[in-house]
């Protein structure tokens, strides 16, 4: 049973009204209030289980009430739960949006990844420099292990949900973090693509211009366009239904980190042509991750806003 376990802190002034949101609410369960529990805020302390497809109304009501300013709001997901009677009938009245998301955990999810602290730089940094090394070595293997040690599509994702949100300031802080993080992974990673051609220490292959990894990089088409595509809608599905395979999928889906290595290794190299393209491949793949992800994220809730006649009372702010 998909349910969220949510804790409150009510002031004492408020709690007569949260506590007649929560039992009016005929898809909150287990609601336990003990008056004067709460320390640190001080207040009366509220918990309950509610039914994911009915939570965003739960906490909306919640924060309209001021609950999360005044007191505080903490949402856990329930892993195991063995639902009686009264959950059954809860999860029939709400039909297909039993499974529906809380839209307040995906977009919590979401703005967790748009944080940049140094470690966010120097996972873009030797992500680029294992690139770099896959592609001198036509290995792809290296490639694979260069996507998923990136850290880009968090902030890819956050640059999307700050468009779908109007939210401009969300938008400039990712656009800067991913523009400054590349420009100082493509600096680097040329620094050592030029020690390897310095020391000769490029494949054979590689130096006979047999560079079957770098030119399905630094060749962009239409299926790297189709591709960034199908990889924006499966990553914000995957974020929004919480499924870390398939948004590991996405991350070697995507030619962002490789494309990156690939203009380094190709300006070393002298390969100009290589190196436009590469750049090109980079442009259009963020591109196309960033609009999809936004008009996917709005997409999905629309859908679920619409779901059936099962339906709980108005839907997901948009």
Known sequence: MDMIHLRAVSPPDLTERVEELLTGDPYVLNLV?????????????????????????????????????????????????????????????????????????????????????PSFYFYLVVAGLIGSVGIVTNSQILIVGAMVVGPEYGAIVAVALGMDRKDRPMVRKGLSALGSGLLLTIAITLLFSLLIRAFGLQSEAFDRGLRPVSDLINTPNFFSFAVAALAGVVGIVSLTEARTSALLGVFISVTTIPAAAAISVSTAFASWSEAWGSLVQLLVNISVLIVVGAGALRCQR?????????????????
């Open 33 to 117: 209030v003990l008056r004067g529990a709460a320390r640190g805020p001080d207040g009366d302390s509220v918990a309950c289980d509610v039914l994911t497809g009915a939570a965003d109304e739960v906490l909306r009501g919640l924060r309209e009430l001021q609950v999360d300013r005044r007191g505080s709001v903490v949402v856990e997901s329930v892993d195991m739960a063995f639902p009686g009677r009264a959950t059954d009938d809860a999860a029939r009245r709400l039909g297909v949006r039993v499974g529906a998301p809380v839209w307040e955990q995906v977009e919590a999810r979401i703005r967790s990844g748009g944080r940049y602290p």
């Open 302 to 318: 629309a859908i679920w806003r619409r779901a059936g006649p099962g339906g709980i009372r108005g839907g997901p702010r948009t």
